[in-house]
């Protein structure tokens, strides 16, 4: 059976011709004689998807005209701001005036000269950014590290029609390319196309890409216009999104007199006031002075009230949270919930009569922790009450109850560490995280997911090696961790273990 056996497929004599190869076709062009397939078939079958989409090669763009007048505006208040009210008893009205707008006008030349040397655009799955006036720099941004882009509207950018984009990166100790200032549609439709590209499935970040280019034909009509995402600027086109949380402005005004700085407000005022009966006369610049002693104090709660403003909550058609507030300088941002690496729920003293707290969150890629925390874009409640911090922290952490979070205070010796507020401190391990809680006059309780665990530390101070105690840190990535401080030695170390084994598998594939 094995002599009559036919040869190969690929040997057979006989065998007729391709299609694209007729036996009367004359010689090639070149000369060439014919071996194998003829030209027309050279290109396998899976190369035209490689060279199908053609080359889009994106000019780079400039930020809106109007960009050097907003920088120089910014400019000019900081410029009021160093020169003080002595600078203005001594030089006079007329010459101080002259000073600020020679250094205005000086601020606005460099800000126009750096509008003309910045540039973006997108190539690839980069944002690439080219800026700089003395030292130029060129910077590439992998989209694939991209957490966030936040859509911010100063006071002045409000009245121009214009706003300012944020990225945050993996690692980024700092906003990584603040880009200021664009239209609010050429903004949106830029955000909308580099959190596709950072994280869709391909087909709707091609659809998105080309939408965001401007080409019409090229984009998918099903997705809808990218540049109308956003609710909050008034578009009703704009996709639906489930509301979660919406905090009472009255709610927000009256967290903020129940400050220490609020309260204290009224001894200052009486001091100076007493100051001036005693003393019977007040200079300019004791009054000035005295004024700007008086906003300084008023500021911080000010400025939480108008940054806090209309604080909505909700999420988006793409499973994340879309986060708007602001009154002069409005803030819309858009936070996926797999880059939450914690929820920490905080109730101060003076609010804990009405029952209230304020929930915060600590997103991957963004600036670590800041005494000042005016700019950080990372409110989950700025002000609410039990029911309402609940199902939040339910929506963003599912399975974990705010309320029924099991931990363990540490041992008694520990009270010579803590002699007032032992029974406060706690940690444990719940279902749904690593949890640990704290304070006595502000009181806080955090809980990081096992997923977001990236190492786990024991450290021992001096006074626990005596007292035989030790604290188990557990960090996330660029963010705060959580600490479980003064637990016995043995404790300490079963815990870390624990913690160490409960993060591989929740990462576990």
Same mark, same amino acid.
């Given at each position: ?41 050279? &290109?396998?079958?899976? *190369? &035209? ?6 080359? %889009?090669?994106? $000019? ?17 208040? !900081? ?19 002259? !000073? ?30 080219? @800026? ?28 121009? #029609? ?8 993996? #690692? ?11 239209? =609010?549609? +050429? ?32 984009? +998918?009509?099903?997705?809808? @216009? ?24 009255? @709610? ?14 009224? =001894? ?10 005693? @003393? ?45 507030? #602001? ?35 600590? %997103?991957?890629?963004?600036?670590? $922790?800041?005494?000042? +925390? ?18 939040? !922290?339910? *929506? ?14 540490? $041992? ?31 009181? *806080? ?10 190492? %786990?530390? %024991? ?19 660029? #963010? ?7 637990? +016995? ?19 576990? $594939?």
């Amino acid at each position: 059976m094995n002599a009559p056996r036919p040869e190969p497929p690929h040997a057979e004599a006989p065998r007729p011709e391709p299609p694209h190869a007729e036996a009367p076709r004359p010689e090639p062009p070149h000369g060439e004689p014919h071996v194998g397939e003829p030209p027309h078939a050279e &290109p396998p079958p899976a *190369e &035209p998807t490689h060279a199908q989409p053609p080359a %889009v090669v994106e $000019p780079r763009r400039r930020l809106h005209p109007l960009s050097p007048l907003l920088h120089g505006a910014k400019s000019l208040a !900081v410029i009021v701001a160093a020169l003080s009210w002595q600078t203005l008893s001594q030089v006079g009205l007329e010459r101080f005036a002259i !000073v600020v707008a020679v250094l205005a006008l000086g601020a606005i030349v460099i800000s126009v000269v750096g509008w003309l040397n910045t540039g973006y655009h997108v190539v690839g799955r980069e944002l690439r950014i080219a @800026d700089g006036l003395l030292w130029r720099r060129n910077r590439a941004i992998p989209l694939e590290r991209l957490q966030a882009v936040e859509l911010r509207r100063p006071l002045l950018a409000q009245l121009t #029609g214009l706003a300012e984009l944020r990225l945050e990166v993996v #690692g980024g100790g700092k906003t990584e390319a603040p880009l200021a200032y664009l239209t =609010v549609r +050429d903004a949106t439709t830029l955000r909308a196309r580099l959190l596709a590209l950072a994280g869709r499935a391909p087909a709707v970040t091609a659809a998105l890409s080309n939408a965001a280019l401007g080409d019409p034909a090229l984009s +998918d009509p099903a997705l809808g @216009d990218p540049a109308l995402g956003d609710p909050a600027l008034g578009d009703p086109a704009a996709p639906a999104e489930r509301r979660l949380a919406a905090v009472a402005n009255g @709610d927000l005004i009256v967290s903020q007199l129940l400050t220490p700085q609020a309260l204290l407000l009224p =001894v200052g005022i009486g001091g100076v006031a007493l100051q001036f009966a005693m @003393d019977g006369t007040f200079t300019f610049v004791g009054i000035a002075s005295t004024l700007t002693a008086v906003i300084g104090v008023l500021l911080q709660p000010a400025r939480r009230i108008l940054r806090d403003w209309d604080f909505r909550l909700a999420r988006d058609t793409g499973g994340r949270l879309a986060v708007r507030h #602001g009154r002069v300088e409005t803030r819309s941002q858009v936070v996926p919930l797999h880059r939450v690496q914690s929820v920490t729920a905080t109730w101060p003293l003076l609010w804990r009569a009405k029952g209230w707290l304020h929930l915060r969150l600590d %997103v991957a890629g963004y600036a670590g $922790p800041q005494d000042n +925390d005016e700019n950080r874009s990372d409110r989950l409640l700025p002000v609410g009450d039990a029911v309402t911090a609940r199902a939040l !922290v339910w *929506e963003v952490l599912p399975g974990a109850d705010l309320f029924a979070l099991p931990t363990m205070p540490p $041992p008694a010796r520990a009270r010579w560490l803590h002699p007032f507020a032992l029974r406060y401190f706690g940690a444990g391990l719940a279902p749904g995280g690593f949890v640990t809680r704290s304070g006595w006059l502000t009181r *806080e309780l955090q809980l990081v997911p096992y997923a977001r665990l990236q190492s %786990v530390r %024991v450290v021992q101070g001096p006074l626990q090696r005596l007292l035989r105690l030790a604290t188990v840190h557990a960090d996330t990535a660029g #963010g705060r961790g959580a600490a479980a401080r003064d637990r +016995d030695l043995g404790e300490a170390w079963a815990l870390a273990a624990q913690l160490a084994e409960r993060g591989r598998q929740a990462t576990a $594939p």
